[in-house]
Every structure is written in structure tokens, then in C-alpha cells.
């Protein structure tokens, strides 16, 4: 038997393996989802065994294989798409043709990928920015920070940092046509981790003189400080994102070793004299009682690990550890939540603690939804569910924005 069929043999096998764990009762999109898990699946594995054997990282393999979605800067009737650097950083620019008597808003937004991969020109984050840039006649921003590992933290969140200020220079607001008080910052996932953290440090930063509009999150990522939230647990083997996976794609932001990797795992990975950060995490404290019952809170285990890794202690990588008195200072947001996602308790909880501090959120959670699948908006994956989100996501920039 060749290589070639024992390949073909072994992957259909993986397959009917994967394809056979259930989905959650009801959940959107139940056949396409199992297909896209299921391939996930296969390909988080064949990534594991291209590591072990040293031909390539984790990350490596599953970057090449989401590059297969990038599209050009194709412009349409509507809009002009250009590729073009905001100081050193590059970005994908959507422009509404149409001839406008006001200035218009933008969006700023950062696409998800744990800072390891994708980018704003993968087919779902194109297609996003275009129907956002089309439906708000506004001009859209996406952003290609530098990725991980070749660029640790905090350079992602250093870069959108520069975009933003880059776009914020009068001269260019002005080209473009954009109005300075109806600004938003987005983000989905890690993106999402970054429209908040961008939010924070800026809106704190006394040198910042602008008032930005608005921020919207969708199925953000905002703490590594606690790793068994009870949504960890719930959805451990995902639908789409794993814990396994997560934290092997987060961690080579923080650092290249495998050290921290097993320690976040098992929730072991927080230094000694961080006990009372946890307060900002708490989840026995935020989460609302219906995702407390059955669930019992286990105090951090604090100072296993030798080094010490800086990332972690930082509102930028978590912006739930911000201060009341920060978070006092964010904007109008939107935050969008999915029942089946095991980042949905970030998610609530920063809802919990921006309305406790007087921050005006509205927050949609949906109770059939599932993490990522922005990143799967066109064919062939088609998910309904992107859409949905789409949808929810526009309508209220439609009218907040
Ligand atoms: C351009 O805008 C019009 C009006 O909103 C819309 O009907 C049309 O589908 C848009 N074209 C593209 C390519 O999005
Ligand atoms: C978290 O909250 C629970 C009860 O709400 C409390 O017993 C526990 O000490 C808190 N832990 C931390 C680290 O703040
Ligand atoms: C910490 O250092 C000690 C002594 O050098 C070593 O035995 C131990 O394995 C280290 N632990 C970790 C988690 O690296």
C-alpha cells in the first residue's frame, strides 16, 4: 500500500472518528459545524506530529493552512479596497465610493487568531469589514498587527496601538473623510481581546486626547489569569476551540517554551504574591447564578513555575485585570456572547464588572452559538451562524455608531 492511500486511509479514519462526537442539542449549524470540528480536529493532530518529529511548530502548520483563504484588495461598485502601511503597520482600507455630504464613521477592527495567525484579509474578516464599510457607508480599518512567535507580546497590542493613532492624526481623518466623535474599535477573539485592551489603554492615557465612540467585542478572549472558568470546563473539547488548542496557541505570544504551555493547562501557571489579582476574575462573584450551579470554586494555586512571565500579569494580554477606576473610563460597548464557547465567561464577566462601574453595555448572548465562526462567513463553510453575528453586529453599530 503507498503512502498516498494509507494517508487518504488514516484521514478518512480521524474523520469518522471526529465526525461521531456530538454537538450540543440545538446548537446552530449542527451538520457544517461537525465537518468544520471534525477537519479542525485532523489538523490540530497532524500539526501536534509535525511538531513532535521537528519538521514544523504547532503554529506554523495551522498558519499555513488558514493562508489559504487570503483574498487581494478587490475593489467593488460600492467600495475601494486598498492595501496600504499606517506608519510600519500594514492594513487593509475599505472606502465607500459614494459621495457624502458628512463626514462618515469608522471602524478599527482586529481580527481574531490567539496573535499566532489568520489576518484581516482571511475571506471572513474581508467579507465582515466589506458589509460593515457598504451597510454603515462608513470606512473600515482592518489591521495587520504582527504576529507570534516571531513577535512576542506585547507587540500585537503595540501595533494596533500605532494604527490607531496613525488614523487619528487630523490630516488623515480628514483625507478620508472621517468623523473624529463617531470612532469604533472592534475585534472578535483575541481581536476582540485587543479592541478592549486598546480601549483601556488609551481611554486611561491622559495624553490621549480623543473620545473614542464606541468598542465592539464579539466572543472576546479578556484573562489568562484563571483557566478553570466553569465554560473551560463545559466546553473543554470546544465545538472549534478546544482548551488544548487555545492555550497552545496563545502561549507562544508569552513566551517559546512548552513550561508555560503545561502550566496554564493546569491552571498552575499565576506567580506567587498574585492572589490578589484573582478578585478581578472571580467568577463566583461575577457570573450570574445560573452558570454557577454545579460548579465549585477552587482557590489559584500561585508559584509553581521558576520564571516569570511579565504578559500575565498585564491589563493588555487581560483586560479583566483593569481597575475599577480604568474601566470606569471605557466607552459605549457592545458584547456579543456564545452559550458554547469556553471564552463565554470572560465574556460575562466583563459585562458584570463594566455595568458595576457605570459603563453603558448592551450584551447579546446567543444560546445557540458557538466560538469562531466569523472566521468561517463564506464558502465553503457558509455557517449560518456568521451571519447571525454579522447581523446583530451591524444593526447595532447601525445605531449606536
Ligand atoms: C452596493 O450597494 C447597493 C446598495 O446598498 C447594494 O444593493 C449592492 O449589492 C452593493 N454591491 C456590492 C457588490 O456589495
Ligand atoms: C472568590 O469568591 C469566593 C466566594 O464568592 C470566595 O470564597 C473566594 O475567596 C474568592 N477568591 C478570590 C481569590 O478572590
Ligand atoms: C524549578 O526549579 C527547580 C530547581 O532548579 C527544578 O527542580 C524544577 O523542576 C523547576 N520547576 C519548573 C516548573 O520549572
Given at each position: 500500500m503507498g503512502y498516498r492511500t494509507l494517508f487518504f486511509a488514516l484521514s478518512f479514519i480521524l474523520f469518522a472518528y471526529y465526525i461521531h462526537i456530538p454537538m450540543p442539542e440545538g446548537i446552530d449549524d449542527h451538520w457544517r459545524l461537525a465537518v468544520i470540528d471534525a477537519t479542525i480536529q485532523i489538523v490540530s493532530n497532524l500539526a501536534k506530529l509535525t511538531e513532535e518529529i521537528g519538521l514544523m511548530k504547532y503554529v506554523e502548520f495551522l498558519r499555513r493552512t488558514m493562508s489559504l483563504h487570503l483574498t487581494n484588495p478587490i475593489s467593488d461598485e460600492n467600495l475601494t479596497v486598498i492595501d496600504v502601511d499606517f506608519g510600519d503597520i500594514p492594513v487593509r482600507l475599505y472606502l465607500p465610493k459614494r459621495t457624502s455630504e458628512r463626514q462618515r464613521p469608522a471602524v478599527i477592527y482586529f481580527h481574531g487568531g490567539a496573535y499566532v495567525m489568520s489576518s484581516c484579509k482571511l475571506s471572513g474578516y474581508d467579507f465582515l469589514n466589506r458589509w460593515t464599510a457598504t451597510k454603515l457607508d462608513a470606512v473600515v480599518v482592518g489591521v495587520e498587527y504582527r504576529l507570534a512567535p516571531?513577535?512576542?507580546?506585547p507587540v500585537a497590542i503595540e501595533d494596533s496601538i500605532s494604527v490607531v493613532k496613525f488614523f487619528l492624526q487630523a490630516k488623515v481623518l480628514a483625507k478620508y473623510g472621517v468623523d473624529p466623535a463617531r470612532i469604533c474599535f472592534s475585534g472578535d477573539s483575541s481581536g476582540g481581546t485587543l479592541a478592549a485592551a486598546v480601549s483601556l489603554v488609551l481611554q486611561n492615557d491622559p495624553k490621549f486626547k480623543h473620545k473614542i465612540k464606541a468598542q465592539a467585542l464579539i466572543y472576546?478572549?479578556?484573562?489568562?489569569?484563571?483557566?478553570?472558568m466553569p465554560s473551560h470546563k463545559l466546553?473543554?473539547?470546544?465545538?472549534?476551540?478546544?482548551r488544548e488548542m487555545t492555550f497552545r496557541l496563545l502561549t507562544p505570544y508569552m513566551a517559546d517554551d512548552n513550561i508555560l504551555y503545561k502550566a496554564i493547562l493546569n491552571n498552575q501557571h499565576m506567580p506567587e504574591g498574585s492572589r490578589h489579582v484573582f478578585k478581578f476574575v472571580n467568577w463566583s462573584t461575577f457570573l450570574p447564578e445560573k452558570y454557577k450551579k454545579n460548579q465549585v470554586y477552587t482557590e489559584p494555586i500561585l508559584g509553581k513555575l521558576n520564571a516569570s512571565y511579565p504578559a500575565l500579569l498585564d491589563s493588555r494580554m487581560?483586560?479583566?485585570?483593569?481597575t475599577d477606576a480604568q474601566l470606569r473610563n471605557l466607552q459605549l460597548t457592545y458584547m456579543l456572547t456564545c452559550?458554547?464557547?469556553?471564552?463565554r465567561d470572560d465574556g460575562l464577566i466583563y459585562v458584570a464588572r463594566l455595568r458595576k462601574v457605570g459603563v453603558q453595555v448592551t450584551h447579546e448572548h446567543l444560546e445557540n452559538g458557538y466560538h469562531g465562526a466569523l472566521s468561517f462567513?463564506?464558502?465553503?463553510?457558509?455557517?449560518k451562524l456568521a451571519l447571525k453575528i454579522r447581523d446583530m453586529y451591524i444593526t447595532w453599530l447601525k445605531n449606536n455608531l
Open positions: 516571531k513577535y512576542l507580546f472576546p478572549g479578556l484573562q489568562i489569569i484563571d483557566t478553570f466546553y473543554q473539547h470546544g465545538p472549534l476551540l478546544s487581560s483586560p479583566l485585570l483593569a452559550e458554547h464557547d469556553l471564552l462567513a463564506t464558502a465553503p463553510f457558509n455557517l
